[in-house]
């Protein structure tokens, strides 16, 4: 637009100007024919003509450049045009692109929530059923221990009344042989012997019990409250009773506790029955050893000193429920008396 403004300006004061120019030359050819002066007055003519011919040359010029300016401003208009048409698709293009995009990333971010919540309703419920498994596995568990606690109690029930009735038959064994023995004189001292003996077997019982484990005892336990009970039942002012013992910790069955401890029961009744009146304190000495875990060592023996009718002693009741006892649990005995008497028991636990 400012090219063709600019054009028109110009095309305006060239034409102006030729124009005048030309009525000059005519004028002054008329007045070069009027003073006669033909050949001035025609040269004149023909300037003026030739001033005419270039306004038509200019504004020819001019026109096609006027053309030239309308086509090329419309092919601009028109490449406008078609610049705007393709802006206006390419922007809607992009605005479908961007459309698509964010439909895109919409169902993604939708997608991806769905999956979420799918993976975690599926890991609650994973973990619920591993808790119901555990769970059901715990109740199993407990129905397992509990049939077995209630088989282990039926079993023990019936291990009970077995061993008691073992025990009561024993009592009337030792109770028939110490009868059958020995002339009983002192109904007392029978009284004495047979109630300490039970107690010996009541005492294994109650060490027995008090464990977990209703198959083995505490040996060393055992004979500490033998010892007690021992004490409590023959101390006396005119003897005091006493022990020095050494026992490690073994543990033993019922079968094997039981005649030891009426082993044991037998051998502190012999040295208290036979304790000298002047001898005013009674020291008994009990060991129990084991090389090998395998072979156990019993050794027994006091501070008193033989009685002159030894065999008599060797013959008692007592000494033979010992060697009874001892072959009960196929176990050696050697008696031996060096000053006084020494008691050792050999015996193997498989």
Known sequence: METIKFLKEKYTRTFEDLTILAECKKHLSKIRLKENNAEQAIKLLEEASIIEQEKIVFQKDIEVNRLTSSIDLAQKKAEVSELTEETLKKQLQIENERKKTFLLIASLIIA?????????????????????????????????????????????????????????????????????????????????????????????????????????????????????????????????????THIPEYTFDIQKAIPLGLILNEMILNTVKHVQPQQPDTIINIRLSSPDNHEFILEYYDNGTVPANTKKRKGSFGSELISLLVQQI???????????????ITYYID
């Open 330 to 344: 196929n176990g050696k005995l050697e008696i031996s008396y060096p000053g006084n008497i020494f008691y050792r």
């Open 112 to 244: 991806l929530l769905i999956v979420f919540f799918l993976y975690r309703g599926y890991r609650n419920k994973k973990k619920n059923s591993e808790k119901l498994k555990k769970r059901n596995d715990i109740i199993e568990h407990q129905k397992n221990e509990l049939e077995k606690n209630l088989l282990e109690k039926n079993l023990l029930i019936k291990e009970i009344h077995h061993r008691v009735k073992n025990n009561f038959q024993m009592v009337i064994s030792l109770l028939y042989l110490q009868v059958n023995g020995d002339n009983v004189t002192d109904v007392n001292q029978f009284l004495e012997e047979a109630t300490s003996r039970i107690l010996s077997m009541a005492l294994i019982h109650e060490s027995l019990y008090n464990t977990e484990n209703l198959n083995e005892i505490n040996f060393n336990v055992y004979v500490e409250e033998l010892i007690a009970s021992m004490i409590a039942a023959y101390h006396n002012k005119q003897n005091t009773l006493s022990f020095d």
